[in-house]
């Protein structure tokens, strides 16, 4: 296990990442661990921290069929075919399939800005993290938080 030393970075990007943590504790560990390596100063961006549970009222189960008929009665057609295609196409290539996790970290952006703090962080600005629409069009996300803060 590889460690960097304490006060080692200036700039420190974590994107996506704490999504997938199963729950604040985890994300404390991550922000301590961060406090440590960073240097007094240091720019810290954190990206896609949902406000919300994302995955709640998602109730297909633990299969993909189970998935896939969510998504026809949930999303319509349209998404189900584009659904069924890539999970085909990661069944009979090399494509990967990603399979989010049902419990997901999330929590609204003064009580991470709160947290960001506890831990040396001074938040610089926070907005909503931009995503890419179906049809290629830039839209603010409707549940995701982008922070840009500093190691004090």
């Known amino acids: 296990k590889t460690h960097l ?3 080692y970075c200036d700039l420190l990007v974590c994107n996506g990442v704490f ?3 199963p729950d604040e504790a985890s994300v404390r560990a ?3 661990e961060f406090a440590r390596i960073t240097k007094p100063g240091a720019t810290v961006y ?10 709640a009222g998602k109730t ?3 299969s993909l069929s189970g998935w896939l008929l969510w998504v026809l009665r949930h999303q319509g057609l349209a998404a189900f075919w584009i659904r069924l295609r890539q999970t085909v196409a990661a069944v009979f290539s090399r494509e990967p ?12 952006p003064d ?4 947290l960001l703090s506890h831990h040396g962080f001074e938040v610089l600005e926070h907005h909503r993290h931009q995503e890419v629409a179906p049809d290629g069009t830039v ?6 938080w982008n922070f840009l803060a500093l190691r004090r």
């Open 5 to 7: 030393p304490d006060r």
């Open 19 to 21: 999504i997938v943590l």
């Open 30 to 32: 991550a922000l301590t």
């Open 46 to 55: 954190l990206g896609e921290i949902p406000d919300t549970d994302e995955m």
């Open 60 to 62: 297909y189960g633990d």
């Open 97 to 108: 399939f990603v399979i989010a996790p049902k419990k997901i970290f999330h929590m609204p």
């Open 111 to 114: 009580a991470f800005i709160a």
């Open 139 to 144: 839209r603010d996300s409707g549940t995701r």
